[in-house]
Nanobody
Framework: QVQLAQSGGGLVQAGGSLRLSCVAS????????MGWFRQAPGKDREFVAA????????NYADSVKGRFTISRDNAKNTVYLQMNSLKPEDTAVYYC???????????????????WGQGTQVTVSS
């Protein structure tokens, strides 16, 4: 069983930055592909970013490319989402997710992730 504990988030003005963290329990975190998703009010959950177990592959939604950076520290069992140049349309509840295995294919699909964090609110004011 894997548990994911998120931190970070909050209220920020447009153009500002925030960093989300997600700490995973379990000794095999380093073998998991990880992702970040978000859900805005009235909308479906959408893919934001993903990172392979070795961090040699990262992928982003077009809407955040160039502004967000996903990274991981396997020694700390932690994955991060650095969010810069935030826009009001980035307002959402953000979730980290773990695949529970190394496979990185179809990283966009939320149903390929077995474990989820509790979610954290990010609000960007204009």
């Amino acid at each position: 069983q894997v548990q994911l504990a998120q931190s970070g988030g909050g209220l920020v003005q447009a153009g500002g930055s925030l960093r989300l963290s997600c700490v995973a329990s379990g000794r095999t975190f380093s073998s998991y592909a990880m992702g970040w998703f978000r859900q805005a009010p009235g909308k479906d959950r959408e893919f934001v970013a993903a990172i392979s177990w070795s961090a040699d592959s990262t992928n982003y939604a077009d809407s955040v490319k160039g502004r967000f950076t996903i990274s991981r520290d396997n020694a700390k069992n932690t994955v991060y989402l650095q969010m810069n140049s935030l826009k009001p349309e980035d307002t959402a509840v953000y979730y980290c997710a773990a695949r529970g295995f190394p496979d990185y294919t179809d990283y966009l699909n939320q149903y390929n992730y077995n474990y989820w964090g509790q979610g954290t609110q990010v609000t960007v004011s204009s």
